[in-house]
């Protein structure tokens, strides 16, 4: 077959290309018109070196002119559409959102249940010992056992170190959710340690345990939120290799890992908000109804935005 009958069975796949430009829906959309258009600019550099009609050569000029401008045209910055992603378009997705809501089911169920069987220490003798180790629950009594102090500049110190040290945690979650096992691994062992920490030092009698539930009540809802919200974006791109419904594993990937955006931003932001709470907030002397009070407001904030704007309108249920 020459190239010129070549190029002309492939008017079916420009037609197809030229209806896609006046838009398209869904991400399987997407991707074929991705794939029309790059058979379409290879069709136009055979139609150009083959020296076919000019006629033709013109109307592809114009075809990959046109999907080029659908697909990489840029948009003007618009404060209400972010203000629609922002405050509907993201928490229904991530409310919505299966893996997100496995992912704080099993974290804050296996956190609570560990600081349960921590507290019990009459029900439990050996648990803190097996989770935390003899060391750990030491260096826990040891820091917290002359209170909170410390200036400016070691509140900005701090500060720096807990960003780093968050993000750390919420990476692994992430990073470790394309292969899920690894990510559910690394989720429910911080849920366990975390909560083992939180229910020894509230027994009565724990040296250092008053200072450090003061410590921990005001970042602790941004923190410990934000390590779900990181291993649900995880999941999202493990689900997503997973069950492809009908697309390619790659392409899958993309539409999954477009999906856990808004789950992983938001996690950003509360590792941002939780770091500097426990930089500045936590350890500072401010009174505890003060940081209790801080620690209310936060979960309020939360609630309200992942519950009360994500929770789906009618007609969508």
């Not at 349960?116 to 030491?138: K, R």
């Amino acid at each position: 077959m020459n190239v010129a009958a070549l190029v002309e069975k492939r008017r079916t796949q420009w037609a197809e290309l030229e209806r896609m430009c006046d838009g398209v829906g869904t991400p399987r959309d997407v991707a074929r018109f991705a794939a029309l258009y790059r058979a379409a600019c290879a069709d136009l550099a055979l139609a150009t070196a083959y020296q076919l009609p000019p006629g033709t050569v013109t109307y592809l000029h114009r075809l990959v002119g046109r999907a080029h401008s659908r697909l990489y045209r840029s948009k003007r910055f618009d404060p209400a559409s972010w203000g629609r992603v922002i405050f509907h378009d993201a928490p229904q997705q991530i409310f919505s959102d299966p893996c997100v809501r496995i992912a704080a089911i099993l974290f804050f169920g296996l956190f609570s249940l560990s600081a349960y069987i921590a507290y019990n220490e009459e029900m439990f003798p050996n648990y803190v010992g097996s989770i935390l180790g003899t060391a750990q629950v030491e260096q826990m009594e040891d820091s917290f056992s002359n209170g909170l102090s410390g200036n400016f500049s070691q509140y900005i110190g701090m500060a720096g170190f807990y960003i780093q040290h968050n993000t750390g945690i919420g990476l692994r979650c992430f990073a470790f959710g394309i292969l899920l096992i690894p990510c559910l691994y690394v989720l429910c062992t911080n849920a366990a340690v975390l909560g083992a920490s939180f229910g020894y030092m509230a027994r009565d009698g724990v040296q250092g345990g008053d200072t450090f539930c003061e410590f921990v009540t005001a970042h602790g809802p941004f923190e410990l939120t934000a390590i779900a919200l990181s291993a649900g974006a995880g999941l999202r791109l493990g689900i997503g290799l997973i069950r492809t419904e009908g697309l390619t594993r790659l392409a899958s990937l993309k539409v999954n890992a477009l999906k856990s955006v808004p789950i992983m931003v938001a996690a950003a932001v509360l590792f941002v908000l939780a770091a500097f709470t426990e930089g500045f907030i936590s350890p500072s002397p401010l009174y505890y109804p003060i940081k209790a009070g801080w620690a209310i407001m936060s979960s309020g904030l939360m609630m309200f935005y992942f519950v009360v704007l994500g929770f789906p309108r009618k007609g969508q249920l």
